[in-house]
T-cell receptor, first 118, second 116 residues
Framework: AQTVTQSQPEMSVQEAETVTLSCTYD???????LFWYKQPPSRQMILVIR??????QNATENRFSVNFQKAAKSFSLKISDSQLGDAAMYFC???????????????FGKGTLLTVNP | ETGVTQTPRHLVMGMTNKKSLKCEQH?????MYWYKQSAKKPLELMFV???????ENNSVPSRFSPECPNSSHLFLHLHTLQPEDSALYLC???????????????FGPGTRLTVL
């Protein structure tokens, strides 16, 4: 079965510090997309960052960056200069394109709850 | 309204009640989804619609009945639910089901359902 594992149910970080959330996944496909979603206490899940598996360069979006290790099937999220508004549940997910009838399916991890301490 | 909206945000119902959840997307998308989010579990995909046609029913019990009257609206009709159905129900939309490139799903804020 294709799965996503987030080994850290909870993490905490001091404001302005850096934190890394881990994610590993298991798929036999070579072409896929990886995502980090953020779900704040208001519950609207938003996309933070995405990575195409065929790209070697790690994606970056402002203070958010990923460390994508394809061989290790690892996709960690680094948040730099953490802010109080970063406190949320973070979900790692992947999607396999060109897979026929299930081109749209997102496989999610269980999430990591990030607390930001002032 | 922008993005994906859901109503109600909170719902408490008895096991014998009938209620409906509503989702509306303002993004011009052609695909819509229902997910169930339970504590400490990955999101579970329940139903998928493409241009008002149901594409997937992920082994969901018949007490959950989806309806998609047009590409902007999605409903989830609930009847004779069980306490274990208590969860956050999320709606999402995407441009379509088949684009392999950028085709992210946009989520609504969810409906927190409690079944007594």
């Amino acid at each position: 079965a294709q799965t996503v594992t987030q080994s850290q149910p909870e993490m905490s970080v001091q404001e302005a510090e850096t934190v890394t959330l881990s994610c590993t996944y298991d798929t036999s496909e070579s072409d896929y997309y990886l995502f980090w979603y953020k779900q704040p206490p208001s519950r609207q899940m938003i996309l933070v960052i995405r990575q195409e598996a065929y790209k070697q360069q790690n994606a970056t979006e402002n203070r958010f960056s990923v460390n994508f290790q394809k061989a290790a099937k690892s996709f960690s999220l680094k948040i730099s200069d953490s802010q109080l508004g970063d406190a949320a549940m973070y979900f790692c997910a992947y999607r396999i394109p060109n897979s026929g009838g299930s081109n749209y399916k997102l496989t999610f991890g269980k999430g990591t709850l990030l607390t930001v301490n002032p | 309204e922008t993005g994906v909206t859901q109503t109600p945000r909170h719902l408490v119902m008895g096991m014998t009640n009938k209620k409906s959840l509503k989702c509306e997307q303002h993004l011009g998308h052609n695909a819509m989804y229902w997910y169930k989010q339970s504590a400490k579990k990955p999101l579970e995909l329940m139903f998928v619609y493409s241009l008002e046609e149901r594409v997937e029913n992920n082994s969901v019990p018949s007490r959950f009945s989806p309806e998609c009257p047009n590409s902007s609206h999605l409903f989830l009709h609930l009847h004779t639910l069980q306490p274990e159905d208590s969860a956050l129900y999320l709606c999402a939309s995407s441009q379509d089901l088949w684009t392999s490139g950028r085709n992210e799903q946009f989520f609504g804020p969810g409906t927190r359902l409690t079944v007594l």
